[in-house]
């Protein structure tokens, strides 16, 4: 099981988000398809979750904050995809570099 868990259509993005947090001593599950990671997002303590998935997909993830999970948002747009909600979701705006990831998932994580 990985606390952290990646879900991110471009495999490049993918890559590099697994690449800055490992860099950082956390270890991520990496999915380009939300059907694919159900089972590890039901385990994980905070989601990466990228807005360029399908609507139906982005919703659900968008959910999991009411449930508990942390999320960093992978923002392209100026929506509020947090809500408001800043305990449990951090909003980045693409394009990112690896501290930010890093940086929004300690944060994320260190919120009871």
Same mark, same amino acid.
């Given at each position: 099981?990985s606390?952290?868990?990646?879900? $991110?259509?471009?495999? =490049?993005?993918?890559? @590099?988000?697994?690449? =800055?947090?490992?860099?950082?001593g956390q270890?991520?599950? +990496?999915?380009?398809?939300? !059907?694919? &990671? !159900?089972?590890?997002? #039901? +385990? =994980?303590?905070? $989601?990466?979750?990228? !807005? #360029?998935?399908?609507? =139906?997909?982005? !919703?659900? /993830? %968008?959910s %999991?904050a @009411? *449930?508990?999970?942390?999320?960093?948002?992978l923002a392209?747009d100026?929506?509020?995809?947090?809500? /408001?909600?800043?305990q449990?979701? #951090?909003? %980045? @705006?693409?394009?990112?570099n /690896?501290?930010?990831?890093a940086?929004?998932v @300690? &944060? %994320?994580? *260190?919120?009871?």
């Amino acid at each position: 099981m990985s606390a952290i868990v990646a879900v $991110v259509k471009d495999p =490049a993005l993918l890559r @590099s988000i697994s690449f =800055a947090l490992n860099t950082h001593g956390q270890a991520v599950e +990496q999915f380009n398809d939300w !059907t694919m &990671a !159900t089972e590890a997002i #039901c +385990q =994980a303590e905070c $989601v990466i979750l990228d !807005t #360029c998935l399908p609507p =139906a997909d982005l !919703t659900a /993830g %968008l959910s %999991l904050a @009411s *449930r508990g999970i942390k999320l960093v948002v992978l923002a392209e747009d100026d929506r509020d995809y947090g809500r /408001g909600n800043r305990q449990d979701i #951090c909003v %980045l @705006s693409k394009p990112l570099n /690896g501290h930010d990831i890093a940086n929004a998932v @300690s &944060a %994320l994580r *260190r919120n009871p």
